[in-house]
Nanobody, 124 residues
Framework: VQLVESGGGSVQAGGSLRLSCVAS????????MAWFRQVPGKEREGVAG???????NHADSVKGRFTISKDNAKSTLYLQMHSLKPEDTAMYYC????????????????????WGQGTQVTVS
């Protein structure tokens, strides 16, 4: 699976961004996917996950502000981010693994086999 993120950038606190991740070289509908983020010197943090049936799981730190979704027809994963805070500043990574039906949308990075290169989000 090849994953390519886009949509990062610089935004003021309170603003919004939408990240996208296009997947190729695999049957997109067979994937469970997630967004992670990492700040230099800190561990990678799970932000939101989504399974084959569009069941979702959001970290407490982003609940009510971020929404994960996907479009199987476009082989694209999204992360809509609202009410951004400076502490949301990080490199955001898209991740995926081939999963069965009713898989839990995990936020554990060890669950995921495929990773994108990341897109930087900076909130000031």
């Amino acid at each position: 699976v090849q994953l390519v993120e886009s949509g990062g950038g610089s935004v003021q606190a309170g603003g919004s961004l939408r990240l996208s991740c296009v997947a190729s070289r695999y049957t997109f509908s067979s994937l469970c996917m997630a967004w992670f983020r990492q700040v230099p010197g800190k561990e990678r943090e799970g932000v939101a996950g989504i399974n084959r049936e569009d069941g979702t799981n959001h970290a407490d730190s982003v609940k009510g502000r971020f929404t994960i979704s996907k479009d199987n027809a476009k082989s694209t994963l999204y992360l809509q981010m609202h009410s951004l805070k400076p502490e949301d500043t990080a490199m955001y990574y898209c991740a995926a693994f081939s999963c069965v039906y009713d898989s839990f949308p995990s936020l554990n990075e060890r669950t995921y086999d495929y990773w994108g290169q990341g897109t930087q989000v900076t909130v000031s």
